[in-house]
Each structure stands twice: as structure tokens, then as C-alpha cells.
């Protein structure tokens, strides 16, 4: 709008400055005819030479204006010399009006009274006729004050009062003129202005007249939307569209025999009727509908129509604008799909299932019967995929999708809710019983491999059932409790079902508060670190310690690190707390040097997790820096598990520390796959055989068997061997005679707190045990 309004105030300042240059053309001779007569009359009461002279010098100016008027009707003019232009006519008109008012200066007659009048009359009439002529204030200002103010001049100064009165009644006319030449001025902008934005409005009005003609063509041409517009009573097609004739495949002259409702096949007479009543009554506008329309070729589409009534005309029709749906029915059946159903197996997913099961709930409330939720997790799940790959672990799960199908009631209703996570939810139980009995033919169906691509798979899952409305009526619950009877069942020893109990309840409340108490323990200096002192029985002194984290809680009490480290695994700590023992113990080792001048190593478990995240590296660094303990006193002791993850990213990790000179433990060896293969493959420094089989050597044959073959594959190795958990003498003994030095146990000292473990090294304990042994 405001382009438009400056595009209107150029071309009104346009007209304005020729409506100057054109009237003032004619009013020119207007001058010269009544100047020339005034000259005339005036020459006979004054000289004629000084009259002539004026005289002479009036035409001169006129001649000029006359020059200026053809000039700027010869000259291509634009905005920019608009301002130009008027200026120069303000200037002739300043010329013109002195040389005129300059009569009344020279030559104003004070008697006879005819001819004083003749002298005040003539500027006053030139000025009024000015008023519609110059159509600029400015200009007319300036005109008439050349004119009258003389006038003024000669009256005020003539002496008596009537001349001063004159002069007065003067000034009060040369400010109404002035007032009169505002308001006309106004008045004609306003008008130039009218007139062009109502041919601006004109224009627009064609423009969106030929706009809304173009888009009614190509509406009705609009090969995309069908429109009819059919008789209000019979139904009958009156006319029809290009996109009704195309999408049909009717002509236009079959459309004219053709009723409607033989194209929308989900209508008839009574239902259609009933369909676009509400436009009848005036209620609404407009009715849409989802129907379905019939070709000639009798194929059928979807459609989305939208009815009008119209009763103006004579008779009523019905316009009906009707869109083919059919890529947006099969975009909203694909979505619905997606929202629904689990991509890769084709089960209903986990937000479906949900819906499913509060309506399931509601069903088994009505008929009096009972709901089982059973949870079902693959064991090892992880394993496949890390180790065989995603696409078999992918396989897999289709195949667990179809043996759960094959197994259920129609009745059943079977759905995947994660990973390696399955749900099924049985329908109108009389009893706990048919839950089990359908969880022990699962358990039994799982014994059997899976077969993919020509290989054999083996899985077994483990099931926790809840069951509504004995465990509890609500959605969560039920699906709570499901979750830690699985668990629980995965706790057990997994390839095994468990049902909900009240004690999984209270020990799953116990865990939680565990776990909050748990995220707050660093914060609070609630940890601590113990350490049990590795000695060298050969040389009969203390080498270094194992740091083992503890924590004692005001609420909880002792809590053992049984339970709260994989909490701080499961709760994402770990890392957090694995640097914090880093910290603390280098800075321990640090202290026993300073203080007994001795180089003591200090062991520091570490989590996997602390590998995978990636920040295991960086903790490491900032412990030794921060301690200044030396990168050869501190070893980090890995588990088994570590070991077997399908990816590369552990071994470039111990790799680095091995090449820093950081001494790197195996821990626990013998209780997981314990294999020559990845002791071979990683470079590990320390072999540490598991307290379970030290704590069997005097009873159990097996046992010493198995820690001989595991002292000979590590000595084998060159792997330095310690043995964890030695209480007694005899395990003293029987690990002294097959040359392992390296002890560490109960048989010493347990762990025990820092300051007591200093107490250790100053008072030199295990050489006088050991001495006490020899």
C-alpha cells in the first residue's frame, strides 16, 4: 500500500506543476490585456515616458513567461526535475507580481477617488483570480504580496484614516485570499488524489477480476479435482469438469443421463438426502464427505468431496467438489501402520500394544477373568549381535516373531516392545496355571536353534509374567512388575519364567533407594577407597595394593559393592566414580612413597563402560598429573568381558596404556571363556587367578587342576601370576612350590583403610608372617 501511495503522490505533483504551466498560460494574456488598459487609464494622470517605460518592461516579462510556458511543454520532465520546474515558476511568478505591484509604487494616483479605487481594485482582482490558478501556496503567497502589499505601503502612509483603514481591510483580504488559496490547493489535491486511487482501485478490480477468471478456468479444467453440479432434486449431473470427464472416463454428453449417486457408490437416495439436510436449514456452509466413487470401467477410488447447496437458483443444485484421496489414504494407512507395528517383524509395537492392553483390562473386568502380561527377553541377545553380526541378530528376531505366532491363540496378542524384547498378553484366563503353562512350552520352544543362513543359532529367553487383577489393575503396574519378575528370572540363571512376587517388589524398592541414595555418594564423601596388600612371599615384603571402592551410607549402612557398582553402571556413574578412584588411589601410591621411600604399584579395577565411553584415557592422564605418581606404579585390572566385545575400540585402549608403560591385569581369570586366544592377542602384563579356586585347593581336585593349568598357560606367557583370596597355610604352601610369588588375601590382611594399610608398610607385617612361616 505505501509504493502505491508514493506512486500517487508523484503523479498528483506531476499534474499539479502542469496545471501551473497550463492555466498560467492563459492567465498571462489575461495580464496583458487588463495591464495594458490599466496603463492606458493611468496615462492620463501621469507622464507617459516613465508609464512607457514600465509598460515596456511588463511585456518583456510576460514575453519571458511566455518563452518559460513553451519551454517546459517542449522538455521530457521526471520526478526529479518536478521541484526544479516549480521553483523556476515560483520565480516568474515573484517577477511578474513586483512588475506589477511596482505600478502602485510609482504611479499610485491618491485622487480623484475613481481612480484610487481603480488602483486598489485591479491588484485585489488579479490576486482573486490568482486563487484558482496557482496551485501552489507557496507561489500564490509570494504573487500576492507582491501585489497588494504596495497597496498597503501607499495606504497606511497616506495620512488620514481612511487611508489607513483602507490598508488595514487590505491585509485582512490578503490573508482570507491566502486562506482561500490553501483550501482550494487542498481541495484539488484531495480530488487529484480521489481520482487516481479510484483508477488505481479500477485496475485493481480488473486485475482480480481476470485473476479470479483465470483461476475459475483452471478449476474447471483442473484435471486433479472432479466438480459436478447436479440437480437439488433429481440428482441428475447438469455439468461437470475436465478432471470429472478424465478421472471417470464418462464424456461430457454421457455425464448429462448419468445420476450422481451411480458415481458415489457408498450413497443413496435417503442417506444423501439425510447427508446435506444441515445445508438446508442454513446451519452450514459446506458438508465434506469421505465416499467412494465408481468409474465407468465399475473401479472404485476413495474421494473427499465437499457439498454445497445452492437454492438461488432456479431449480436448487448441488456443487460438489470431490478430490481423489487415494495416495493420501495409502500415505495415512502406511503411517497408521508405522505408529502401530514393529517394522522389522511385523508384531504390534510397544505404544499399540499399551492402548491394546487398558482395553484388554476393561474386557477382563466385564467378563469376571484374568489377564497374564508376559515379559520375554532373549539371553545373550547382545552376544549374537556382536558377535555374528546385526543382520542375523535382525534374522533372529523375525524368526522369534514367527514362533511366538505360531505358538498363541488367536485370542493371544503378541508384540515387540524393544530390542530383543517381546510382550504377550493372554486373554480370558480362568487361572495363574495356563499363564505358566503356556511360559514352560515358550521355554521349551527357545531350546531349539535358530537356523540362518545355514547355521545354527541358540537363544534361550527368559520370561516374567504379572497377572490382572491379582498383581494390580493399572497398566503401569502390571507392566512394572512383568519387567522385574524377568529380571528376576535372568537373576535365576535365565532359560526360566518367573511370576510377579511381592518380595520382587520389595527388593526392587530396595535397589531404588540404593540407587538415589547412590547418585548423591561422591557428593556427600560417603565413598572411600580400601586397599589389600599384594606381597612378593619370595622376598618377603609388600609390592603394592588393590584399591577396592567402599561406601557407607547413614541411612543404608555398609553397602557392598555387589550391589552398588553395577547400580553405577546401570545408572550411567560409573564413569564418574571410576575417575574419582583413579584420583585417589594415585595420590595414596604417591604418599607411601614420600613416606617409606618406597615404589609401591597401586591396582585400580576398571569398568568396560569406562572403555566404551571413551573417557577412560583422559581419566588416567589427569590422575597421574594431578598425583605425579609415576605411569609404571599404576595398573588397571580388566575382566574377561571386556575382552570379548565385537569391536576394535578396547584393544587400541590397552594398547595405548601398554605403550605409556601402565601395567594392565587380567582379573578373576578362569570364571568367564577364558581362552589362550585373547591372552595372546591383548598385551596384559599381570594374571590373576580367582579367589573361588583358591578357596578349593585343600578339597577339591578339580581345582588344583585348574589353577596348575592356569599358573603353567600364564608362566607360559610370561604373564606374572597372582593369586587372589589365600587364607591359608597350606594355599600359601601349595602356591609357593609352583613358583607363584604374587599373593594377595585374607591370609595377610584384608582390605583395610589407608591409614592402616600405612601402618602395614611402616611396621613391615608380611615379612614377619612370612618369617613367622619359614
Partial sequence: ??????????????????????????????????????????????????????????????????????????????????????????????????????????????????????????????????????????????????????????????????????????????????????????????????????????????????????????????????????????????????????????????????????????????????????????????????????????????????IQLSTLDDPPIVVVTAQDITERTEWEEKLIYQANFDQLTGLLNRHYMQSYMNSAFTRARRSRKKVALLFIDLDNFKNINDTLGHDVGDEVLKQTAARLRDLLRESDTPARTGGDEFTILLESLEENVHAEV????????????????????????????????????????LMQYADMAMYQAKEDGRNTFRFFSLEMRRTSEQLMAVANQLRYALEKEELSLYYQPKVDIGKGRITGAEALLRWYNPKLGTVSPDVFIPLAENLGLINELGSWVLEVACCEAKLWESDFGEKL??????????????????????????????????????????????????????????????????????????????????????????????????????????????IAMGQSLKLEIVAEGVETKEQLSFLRHREVDMIQGYFFSPPIPAEEFRTLLREKVAIRKLAGLA
Avoid at 453440479?229 to 455439468?239: G, P, V
Avoid at 531349539?448 to 527368559?462: G, H
Avoid at 590397552?654 to 592377542?681: E, M, N, P, V
Fill in 1 to 306: 500500500m505505501n509504493n502505491q501511495y508514493v506512486s500517487i503522490d508523484q503523479r498528483i505533483e506531476q499534474n499539479r506543476v502542469d496545471e501551473l504551466y497550463r492555466r498560467s498560460k492563459s492567465a498571462s494574456l489575461s495580464l496583458l490585456i487588463s495591464g495594458s488598459l490599466y496603463v492606458l487609464l493611468l496615462s492620463w494622470r501621469f507622464p507617459w515616458r516613465p508609464l512607457l517605460a514600465w509598460y515596456l518592461v511588463f511585456l518583456s516579462v510576460l514575453l519571458g513567461r511566455w518563452f518559460l510556458f513553451r519551454l517546459y511543454g517542449n522538455v521530457n520532465k521526471n520526478t526529479h526535475s518536478l521541484s526544479f520546474w516549480l521553483n523556476i515558476f515560483r520565480a516568474s511568478i515573484f517577477v511578474i507580481g513586483l512588475t506589477i505591484g511596482s505600478l502602485n509604487l510609482f504611479f499610485f494616483p491618491h485622487e480623484p477617488l475613481s481612480y484610487l479605487f481603480l488602483a486598489i481594485f485591479y491588484p485585489c482582482g488579479v490576486t482573486a483570480g490568482a486563487v484558482a490558478i496557482l496551485l501552489d501556496v507557496f507561489a500564490f503567497g509570494v504573487y500576492e504580496l507582491t501585489l497588494m502589499m504596495p497597496i498597503v505601503y501607499q495606504t497606511i502612509l497616506g495620512g488620514d484614516s481612511v487611508y489607513f483603514g483602507t490598508g488595514l481591510l487590505t491585509l485582512i483580504l490578503i490573508i482570507a485570499f491566502m486562506k482561500f488559496s490553501k483550501e482550494y490547493n487542498d481541495n484539488f489535491i484531495l480530488t487529484m488524489r480521489l481520482r487516481y486511487e479510484n483508477k488505481n482501485l479500477l485496475e485493481d478490480l480488473k486485475e482480480e477480476k481476470n485473476k479470479l477468471n483465470n483461476r475459475l478456468g483452471s478449476v474447471l479444467n483442473d484435471g486433479s479435482t472432479e466438480i459436478f453440479i447436479i440437480d437439488a432434486e433429481s440428482l441428475n449431473c447438469l455439468q461437470v469438469n475436465r478432471g470429472a470427464v478424465e478421472n471417470l472416463g464418462y464424456t461430457k454428453e454421457e455425464f448429462e443421463n448419468i445420476n450422481f449417486l451411480d458415481i458415489l457408490t457408498d450413497q443413496d437416495q435417503a442417506s444423501f438426502a439425510e447427508l446435506i439436510a444441515p445445508l438446508g436449514n442454513g446451519r452450514w456452509e459446506a458438508v465434506v464427505h469421505k465416499g467412494t466413487h465408481r468409474r465407468k470401467d465399475g473401479s472404485t477410488y476413495p474421494v473427499e468431496a465437499r
Fill in 438 to 477: 503356556v511360559a514352560r512350552k515358550l521355554i521349551n520352544l527357545f531350546q531349539q536353534p535358530f537356523i540362518v543362513n545355514e547355521r545354527e543359532v541358540y537363544t534361550t529367553i527368559s520370561v516374567g509374567i504379572s497377572i490382572f487383577p491379582d498383581d494390580g489393575e493399572s497398566l503401569d503396574q
Fill in 601 to 710: 604399584t597401586v591396582s585400580v579395577n576398571v569398568s568396560p563402560q569406562q572403555f566404551r565411553s571413551g573417557t577412560l584415557l583422559e581419566a588416567v592422564d589427569r590422575a597421574l598429573s594431578v598425583s605425579g605418581l609415576s605411569k609404571s606404579q599404576l595398573e588397571l585390572e580388566i575382566t574377561e568381558s571386556l575382552l570379548l566385545q565385537d569391536s576394535d575400540q578396547p584393544l587400541i585402549v590397552l594398547k595405548t596404556l601398554d605403550r605409556q608403560g601402565i601395567g594392565l591385569a587380567l582379573d578373576d581369570f578362569g570364571t568367564g571363556y577364558s581362552s589362550l586366544s585373547y591372552l595372546k592377542r591383548f598385551p596384559l602384563h599381570v594374571l590373576k587367578i580367582d579367589r573361588s579356586f583358591i578357596h578349593d585347593l585343600e578339597d577339591n581336585r578339580n581345582s588344583r587342576a585348574l589353577v596348575e593349568a592356569i
